[in-house]
């Protein structure tokens, strides 16, 4: 039953939303597993500041809070089988808050290993109406039991040690901490998180809000009082296309507006930026506006 519901919200929200650029899933799950574990209260920021940032780069949203492993399974299995997308989806975005540990996302009743995640959204097991596009994933969890300290290093040096990793196609997979440490969250959620849905309204190429989002980071983490709380975030791309989620969520559309009276013009168009051209017919004057969004 619980499948069946997941395929019908997920219908639903296309049906509403068929002009949207792609679909983004955002989990937030505040319990892990382990008794005695602390409940992340903030992580329902996380989702809040996620959603906006997606909905406003017009994307349809579909949030989903402390679910549990058999729910998260069969979601991120519904997510890229579904064959009822509209034309417009070109990304699909997964963004999970909460615990998690080496290798594997928390929930209450237990863990779900990424790599089994990212399997399910490999062109090969997608629905073929969008194996092709990129799937992007913003993981902002802990990844281990260590805790980053940090290290005064001369200028050119390196902290941080490089890893192999192996490809995943179209992916990008953006972690808010290297495996093996932890993250950490503050009053208005998780460090990384929180600075990640203020830069994705950023006019960049994905990519580079990673980075950016990094390198802010790394200047807060200079202050004393943040550099206990020190993560170094990880990405992984496969990606094969630029991807610059502003530039895509602008488009044009027009509408046109009546005045009631020759002399007094008003445009009733509700877009930020549009331009007004007033046309004179049949002793009305029409207002068609070209509004950019």
Not at 109 to 124: H, K, L, N
Not at 142 to 149: D, L, P, S
Not at 190 to 219: C, F, R, Y
Request: hydrophobic share 40%.
């Amino acid at each position: 039953m619980r499948y069946i519901k997941m395929e019908r919200d997920i219908r639903a929200l296309c049906r509403e939303r068929p002009e949207a650029l792609g679909l983004a899933v955002i989990v937030a799950n505040a319990r892990g597993p382990l008794r005695g574990q602390e409940v992340l209260k903030n992580v329902v920021i996380d989702q809040t500041n996620m959603k906006r940032a997606f909905e406003r780069l017009r994307f349809a949203v579909l949030c989903a809070t402390n679910i549990g492993k058999d729910a998260m399974m069969a979601l991120f299995h519904i997510v890229p089988t579904f064959s009822e997308y509209p034309p417009s989806y070109r990304r699909i975005a997964v963004v999970f808050a909460g615990h998690g540990e080496e290798g594997a996302l928390c929930a209450h009743d237990g863990t779900v290993p990424i790599d089994e995640i990212f399997d399910q959204f490999q062109p090969g097991n997608c629905h073929h109406s969008i194996g092709g596009i990129p799937k992007l994933f913003f993981i902002d969890s802990c990844r281990g039991k260590q805790k980053m300290e940090p290290v005064v290093v001369e200028r050119g040096a390196t902290a941080v040690p490089s890893k192999v990793v192996s490809p995943r196609g179209n992916i990008l997979v953006a972690y808010s901490t290297l495996e093996g440490y932890k993250a950490h969250e503050a009053e208005e959620g998780g460090i990384w998180a929180t600075e990640l849905s203020k830069q994705l309204l950023h006019d960049k190429s994905l990519p580079d809000i990673i980075v950016s989002v990094n390198q802010t980071l790394m200047v807060k983490f200079q202050n004393s009082a943040l550099s206990p709380y020190l993560q170094q975030p990880e990405c992984n791309l496969t990606i094969n296309e630029c991807i610059n989620l502003l530039k895509e969520s602008r488009g044009v559309c027009t509408c046109v507006c009546m005045s009631l009276c020759m002399r007094v013009y008003v445009c009733m168009c509700m877009c930020m930026v549009y331009t007004c051209v007033y046309v004179y017919v049949y002793g009305v004057y029409l207002c068609v506006c070209v509004c950019v969004w």
